[in-house]
């Protein structure tokens, strides 16, 4: 089996751990292509033929798959110079509510005979929302988190006013995305998987009271059906622990297939 070039970019609490298995465990068929992060000083235990310095020159290292996991202005500024040359993943889903970006990478990615591989991350039943998407009549994620865990700084919101638990936005995915850039990816591979971005209710709560941090999907289907998913975890930072068995897991699926354009992995 032909091992496969994984190209980071981000170093991270998530990259960091994948780069780690990814450097450790041969078994997974996986070899570091490059590595590159905003602040280099972060790298300083990655080896330098590893280090890239600027991200444009990605392609030197004929990566298989470049992965994203540092922030959606990347998506923004490198994601189509990407798709022209090889697959990649996004972990920042929230950048595809940019409607003009969403059409532009479906299309780059299917002109070029390449992938856009959306993670599944903190959403379990991506699968299931994808294949019966014609059939909601509505659906509605609900996310819950410690104040602590969640990022304000675009919202608006001061978490020091929260005493009790409260809703601090109830909308549309693509509002949410934009308030909430850092934390609500999953919600953005919901609304990509079911009903769209503006179609797909989103709602944040942040509960001093809260332990870990929440996700619940509730979609009700035309023909009467009802599909609900509820994941608790702890918190850490703006993630939690399962997504970095998850974001491994989507990376060894993405390097398996063969399909082009946005796929969900």
């Given at each position: 089996?032909?091992?496969?070039?994984?190209?980071?970019?981000?170093?991270?609490?998530?990259?960091?751990?994948?780069?780690?298995?990814?450097?450790?465990?041969?078994?997974?068929?996986?070899?570091?292509?490059?590595?590159?992060?905003?602040?280099?000083?972060?790298?300083?235990?990655?080896?330098?033929?590893?280090?890239?310095?600027?991200?444009?020159?990605f392609a030197s290292t004929s990566p298989d798959l470049v992965v994203e996991m540092s922030h959606p202005d990347i998506s923004r500024n490198y994601a189509k110079a990407i798709l022209q040359k090889t697959n990649y993943m996004m972990l920042s889903v929230t950048a595809m509510a940019d409607p003009q970006l969403e059409a532009e990478l479906k299309e780059t990615a299917e002109a070029n005979g390449t992938t856009l591989f959306i993670p599944h991350g903190?959403?379990?039943?991506?699968?299931?929302?994808?294949?019966?998407?014609?059939?909601?009549?509505?659906?509605?994620?609900t996310f819950k988190k410690p104040p602590?865990?969640?990022?304000l700084s675009e919202s608006g919101t001061d978490a020091a006013e929260a005493g009790s638990a409260q809703v601090i936005y109830d909308g549309s995915v693509r509002g949410a995305a934009a308030k909430f850039p850092r934390n609500v990816n999953s919600m953005a591979t919901c609304a990509l998987a079911s009903l769209g971005f503006d179609q797909t209710r989103g709602i944040m709560i942040i509960d001093p009271n809260a332990t870990a941090?929440?996700?619940?999907?509730?979609?009700?289907?035309?023909?009467?059906?009802?599909?609900?998913?509820?994941?608790?975890e702890p918190a850490v930072g703006v993630s939690s622990p399962g997504m970095l068995t998850s974001q491994l897991g989507s990376i060894q699926r993405a390097v398996a297939g063969a399909n082009t354009g946005l796929v969900f992995v």
């Open positions: 089996m032909q091992r496969k070039r994984v190209g980071l970019i981000g170093f991270g609490f998530i990259a960091g751990f994948i780069y780690n298995e990814i450097t450790t465990r041969p078994e997974l068929g996986l070899d570091i292509a490059f590595v590159w992060n905003r602040s280099p000083e972060r790298m300083k235990d990655v080896p330098s033929d590893l280090i890239l310095e600027d991200l444009s020159d903190a959403m379990v039943g991506v699968d299931n929302l994808n294949e019966a998407r014609d059939n909601w009549a509505d659906v509605t994620i602590a865990n969640v990022d941090m929440s996700a619940e999907v509730v979609a009700n289907g035309k023909d009467g059906s009802l599909l609900e998913i509820r994941k608790a």
